[in-house]
């Protein structure tokens, strides 16, 4: 036990020094604050956070993410503290609240809802979302194949043993599963006025119009859990806006997710018979296009890879006059289409994790 809580203290404390720097805090302040937690530990085993140390705690952690081409705008997340929840139906109304604030009738606004932590070793488990993103499509096993988003296949199985009963379309909109603690999970149908989708549509090419492509306007990522200070958040759904290849390069033109580039290219009369061609290429391009427009047109936020790269290079040279190093993972920073066009490419991050951060719940 005792380890246990040194290996906390070892991180509440650099924690503490580091947020309390950063807002202008008293040397007095901290200490003092160092004091109070070093007891709270002693006492209980762990500590809480005040809600200044949560939101700076979670903006710190997005700073952190060495994945995330989006850093630049760290200092805009809102935060909503949902730690007082404690049932599965208060945890679905923060997380609607969450939907209906970050969408902002398409003008996105970054946030992160925060539930309750861990408690620590040999504890309950505190919430918990069974959801990789809050909105996310289903995926269906049918007998002419997969309907839907293949990535969904598992947790479409799950909901539907708990008793849902999706319309069978390409894009149903998921329920959430939601589990506090030891409780068994429950799902919660998102209600529709909430989930905001954008019709793909392209500004040249009427066709690609009878594919009848939708997405959904906000990427909020449930599946990872937040670490401040030696504190696990579990649950810390969070997001900011899309990066149009996310959906045109990746969801749509995965083989394993909707691998729409064959018919991209048939609505385009593309020879598809040699990839010499370079029919996936210019399908993709165009695919890419039609997101951008589509969501833009729909005065629904986005950013192109172009743009979100020289605003990562502006992240690099506010962080330099901070005095920070930038951490990145390069495989992840590149954009999936045409990587050689921006500066990240030409680049070389390290890799090292800093904290706070976000970490997949798999990476445990």
Not at 20 to 47: F, V
Not at 52 to 73: D, P, T, V, Y
Not at 90 to 112: C, S, V, W, Y
Not at 208 to 222: F, H, K, N, T
Request: aromatic share 10%.
């Amino acid at each position: 036990m005792q380890e246990v809580q040194d290996q906390l203290l070892d991180k509440a404390v650099p924690f503490i020094r580091e947020c309390y720097a950063e807002l202008g805090k008293s040397e007095s302040e901290m200490e003092a604050r160092i004091a109070e937690i070093t007891r709270s530990i002693g006492y209980k085993g762990t500590y809480e956070h005040t809600l200044q140390e949560l939101e700076h705690g979670a903006k710190m952690a997005w700073r952190n993410s060495n994945r995330c081409i989006g850093r630049l705008f760290w200092e805009t997340l809102t935060v909503q503290d949902a730690r007082h929840a404690t049932t599965e139906d208060e945890m679905a109304q923060a997380l609607f609240r969450h939907i209906e604030t970050a969408t902002n009738d398409g003008k996105i606004r970054p946030m992160i809802t925060v539930f309750s932590p861990v408690q620590g070793a040999g504890a309950a488990p505190g919430a918990f979302i069974h959801n990789a993103q809050l909105i996310r499509y289903a995926g269906y096993e049918t007998e002419d194949g997969i309907v839907g988003d293949p990535a969904s296949l598992q947790i479409t199985a799950m909901c539907q043993s708990l008793g849902w009963l999706g319309a069978g379309t390409p894009f149903d909109v998921l329920p959430l599963v939601l589990q506090m603690g030891n409780n068994a999970p429950k799902f919660y149908e998102i209600p529709s006025g909430l989930v905001k989708e954008v019709a793909i549509t392209h500004p040249d090419i009427a066709a690609m119009a009878d594919l009848r492509l939708q997405w959904y306007a906000v990427p909020i990522v449930s599946n990872m859990y937040l670490e401040i200070g030696g504190i696990h958040y579990s649950a810390a759904p969070f997001n900011g806006w899309y990066m149009g290849t996310e959906i045109g390069a990746r969801n749509f033109a995965d083989e394993a997710r909707y691998n729409m580039l064959p018919r991209v290219a048939e609505v385009m009369g593309l020879d598809t018979r040699r990839d010499a061609s370079l029919w996936k290429d210019r399908a993709l391009v165009e695919l890419n296009v039609a997101v951008l427009h589509s969501f833009q047109q729909q005065g629904v936020a986005i950013v192109d890879h172009h743009t979100a790269a020289r605003q990562f290079k502006r992240f690099e040279e506010k962080e330099e006059k901070a005095s920070r190093e930038v951490t990145g993972d390069w495989t992840w920073l590149i954009p999936p289409l045409s990587p050689a066009t921006t500066h990240i490419f030409h680049q070389h991050y390290s890799n090292e994790v800093k904290l706070p951060n976000f970490f997949y719940r798999d990476e445990e």
